[in-house]
């Protein structure tokens, strides 16, 4: 979302999966988790290790891409996360934008799919049926 906001010369088309722009919740965005929910996460992953972050991000048991990440990564990844906010660039994106998100997500919720949609020119989005967060099969299924 950085690059395409920044730099759309040099981005064509963008697809956003199982993403929000704020992952965490406030007064004016309620579509992303509770602050206490992700510091218990971090708490999780120092006491169980990254089994913990595997079972809530990949319900159908697959680890694509993630699965030799380490404690410390995880903890960084979550700490970027807490204070990611990228809603002041969803107006400045302007290609073409397919925005693919399960229904079921209980990391990235699916209103915040909605509200990327409704801030997005140019864009379409797919609500997966059935899909939790980073659910592989599925994505496939509808992206090729």
Known sequence: MMIAARFPEKVDKLILVSTT????????????????????????I???????FHSLVFKDGKKV????????QAERELAELEKADLRPLLDKIRIPTLIIHGDKDEICLPSAA???KERIG???????????????????????
Do not use: C, Q
């Open 21 to 44: 722009p704020k992952f965490v919740a406030s007064p004016d965005f309620p579509h992303g988790l509770p602050l206490a929910l992700l510091r218990s996460l971090r708490k999780r």
């Open 46 to 52: 120092r006491k169980e290790g990254t089994k913990a």
């Open 65 to 72: 891409g993630l699965a030799d990440l380490t404690v410390e």
């Open 114 to 116: 909605v509200y990327m």
């Open 122 to 144: 140019n864009s379409e989005l797919v609500m997966l049926e059935g899909a939790g967060h980073a659910s592989i099969d599925l994505i496939r299924k509808y992206a090729g």
